[in-house]
């Protein structure tokens, strides 16, 4: 094992000298992984790869300090190591926590949770600050990520939620909504229902109020379906326009020089690759296409 090539800049090796600095000093800005290592200790090469992926998570909030017990026997000693591998944690000047032997990756970052913010908590901080500025466009992705990214907690649930309703995508938001538990209804959870509600109730300017009219008189004329599913987009109803052009592209892929197909490939960029809406009409094109 080569203990001087380190693959990332929170990743050093710890001497004597640099103890001091690397860990103690250190563990009042980051939270300091020390790992006590061999040449000969195999269970320490299977280890340490799983602690550099992790260190490499967290730039920021962690060290990964390597220490070479043959190398280095006083430090060892002084740490108290008595069995090869040794990781302990250090916050704030003091070994907090730590394990002996080889563990799996699952339990290191089950006990690394207790220490280190979660990697996705930067994204929820700035896309509150998105929701703060009502920035609702930019906010989504970021939302949705976190949403995934946390296990869908209930408090990202219902800023998603909030988000998807600003933007009048109504039908999300209450889908989203309708799996937060009751006992995880807060005063958020409240806010996201009373926009959801508000933006029901106020949905339909009387420009689609009347294409809806002339759709609903005569659902065979492409121009009003076409004319109904500009105007469902422009007011954030982005499902219900595309499922109508959708519809004409499939009676006429000739309609206006393929105005509809081109309208539904410029409504599916404008959401985002990752967005769940345009993944799904992404792959009723692509079936109608191919």
């Not at 730039?59 to 108290?80: R, T, W």
């Not at 009676?251 to 769940?276: C, E, W, Y």
Request: hydrophobic content about 45%.
């Amino acid at each position: 094992m080569n203990d001087s090539l380190n693959t990332a800049a929170n990743i050093v090796d710890v001497t004597a000298e640099t103890a001091q600095q690397l860990v103690i000093d250190a563990s009042f800005e980051k939270l300091v992984i020390v790992d006590f290592w061999a040449d000969w200790c195999e269970p320490c090469k299977n280890l340490m790869p799983v602690l550099e992926k992790i260190a490499g998570e967290y730039p920021d909030s962690v060290l990964l300090a390597k220490i070479n017990a043959d190398d280095q026997q006083m430090l060892a000693s002084q740490f108290g190591v008595r069995s090869l591998p040794t990781v302990m944690l250090v916050k704030d000047g003091q070994p907090v926590d730590g394990f002996t032997g080889a563990q799996p990756e699952p339990q290191i970052r089950e006990m690394l949770d207790k220490y280190v913010p979660k990697a996705w908590e930067a994204d929820l901080q700035q896309a509150k600050a998105l929701l703060d500025e009502a920035n609702y466009t930019e906010a989504l992705p970021l939302l949705r990520q976190v949403h995934e990214e946390s296990g869908q907690l209930p408090l990202v649930t219902s800023m998603l939620a909030l988000c998807f309703a600003e933007l009048n995508r109504t039908d999300e938001a209450e889908a989203l909504l309708a799996t937060v538990k009751m006992v995880d209804q807060d005063a958020l959870y409240q806010q996201a229902l009373s926009v959801l509600e508000l933006k029901k109730q106020s949905a339909g300017s009387p420009e689609l109020e009347k294409l809806q009219a002339d759709y609903d008189a005569d659902p065979a004329n492409m121009d009003v379906a076409y004319a109904l599913a500009l105007q469902l987009n422009e007011e954030g109803q982005h499902k219900g326009a595309l499922e109508l052009l959708l519809d004409i592209f499939k009676r006429d892929r000739t309609f206006q020089d393929g105005a509809p197909r081109k309208a539904i490939t410029d409504i599916l960029a404008a959401l985002g690759k990752g967005d769940p809406l345009a993944v799904e009409y992404q792959r009723k094109l692509f079936t109608l296409l191919y």
